[in-house]
């Protein structure tokens, strides 16, 4: 047994890639092994925020890696950008949540009030009235009360950002195999022995990213990742002059102009298939939003499941048992990017996950309430 690589990771989605490529850019030999294009890929059907407000509410964990993220994030875009010339159309010029009733205005405050109380003034935010609302973002619907600003949020290409991941571990050294499908893994003298569709292979530290495919796969290293699939529906609009100045919770306008309506929290397992009702009171909501949506077509439509935990929160693990193995899954793969790819990878390279990711172990769910 000969060890190929000084990491293996299992999954080329957004938290695989970013993984992989920091360890790749601390001159660490990887690969990755990702399985086939029918799988489901939280990473290719995302929204595409880099979205702060909201996150970490009663888990001031999660607050402080979001910001973290946020605040890495203009890094990562300079560097992969430099590296292969692709704009992500990153902005981080502070994002809107809107609130079409009372209920949903005071439900919002005091959420975010509570995730403020915990950050040490590290949050900030601010609840607005229509009126102030209406300064950043004309021509709202007669629906809207106002809404939450929050000057750390903003968006990015998932896509474009998918690929720079991809090409720019390659030009590192880095390795990808595509419909490579892990089937099993053994640890035996301290070095991971991976049986994937594409032959076996061998490094002494083992990332699963697997998204979905965690759960089936941390047993395997002694760890567990209890996710459950959330389906999220996205629309998509012709693309159209400026209509929106700050993303929003539930829409943005892309660099190129296309505006995209999310999102739905769907637990209907895994099952992708659109469903007319559900887009239609999606649509409503964004005409209600933004009235002059009305006349513009939409062109895509498609759902995406999302990788949820019990409580929502990511989990990041490494095994006891197996040492050198991680497991890690979240549901905001784009806006923790960055923190992936600098904090983590570190983490990972020094063979420890950092103080600041411990709360996030799946043990938490075994603690009595
Ligand atoms: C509708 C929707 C909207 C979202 N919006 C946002 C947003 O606005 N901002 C944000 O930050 N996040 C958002 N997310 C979440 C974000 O997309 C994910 O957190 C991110 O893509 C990370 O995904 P991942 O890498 O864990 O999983 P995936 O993208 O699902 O990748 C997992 C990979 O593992 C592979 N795999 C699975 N099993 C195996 C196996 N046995 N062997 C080898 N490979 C395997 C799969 O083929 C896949 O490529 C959204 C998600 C959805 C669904």
């Known amino acids: 047994m000969t060890q190929n690589y ?21 001159g660490h030999s990887c690969l990755v092994l990702d399985a086939s294009d029918t799988d489901f890929r939280a990473a290719r059907g995302n ?63 005091e959420s975010l009030d509570l995730l403020r109380s915990h950050q040490n003034g590290r ?14 973002q004309p021509d709202l619907g007669p629906d809207v009360v106002g809404g939450s600003w929050c000057p750390h949020d903003g968006h990015v290409n998932p896509l474009y950002l998918l690929r720079s991941l991809h090409d720019c571990l390659l030009k590192k050294g880095g390795s990808v195999i595509v419909d490579a499908k892990v089937s099993a893994i053994t640890y035996q003298q301290s070095l991971f022995d991976v049986t994937s569709t594409q032959g076996r292979f061998y490094a002494p530290r083992l990332i699963l990213a697997a998204g979905l495919g965690n759960r089936t796969l941390a047993p395997m290293v002694g760890l567990e990742q209890p996710v459950r699939p959330q389906k999220g529906h996205i629309l998509v609009t012709q693309k159209t002059d400026k209509l929106i100045k700050l993303p929003m919770t539930q829409l943005r306008q892309t660099a190129e102009g296309s505006i995209m309506i999310g999102d739905s929290k769907e637990e209907v397992g895994f099952d992708i298939s659109s469903s007319a009702d559900v887009t239609a009171q999606i649509a409503s909501r964004a005409q209600r939003t933004l009235p002059a949506l009305k006349n513009q077509h939409i ?16 989990i990041y693990d490494q095994s006891a048992s197996h040492p050198g193995a991680y497991a890690i899954t979240c549901h905001s793969g784009v806006t923790l990017a960055a923190a992936h790819c600098f904090d983590l990878a570190s983490d990972i390279e020094a063979g420890c996950l950092g103080i600041g990711l411990q709360p996030f172990s799946e043990r938490r769910f075994h603690v009595p309430a």
């Open 47 to 109: 929204f595409g925020l880099v979205w702060v407000q909201g996150k970490g509410t009663g888990f001031s964990a999660y607050a402080d890696w979001t910001m973290r993220s946020s605040e890495l994030w203009p890094e990562l875009r300079d560097e992969l950008q430099e590296q292969n010339g692709q704009s992500l159309g990153l902005e981080q010029e502070g994002g809107l949540h809107i609130c079409l009733s009372q209920a949903e205005f005071d439900s919002r405050k």
């Open 299 to 314: 062109i895509r439509s498609w759902a995406a499941l999302r990788v949820m935990s019990p409580d929502g929160n990511p």
């Open 123 to 136: 949050f900030s935010y601010e609840m607005l009235d229509r009126k102030a609302l209406l300064d950043m």
């Open 6 to 26: 000084d990491a293996i990771i299992v999954g080329g989605g957004l938290i695989g890639l970013s993984t992989a490529y920091g360890l790749v850019r601390r």
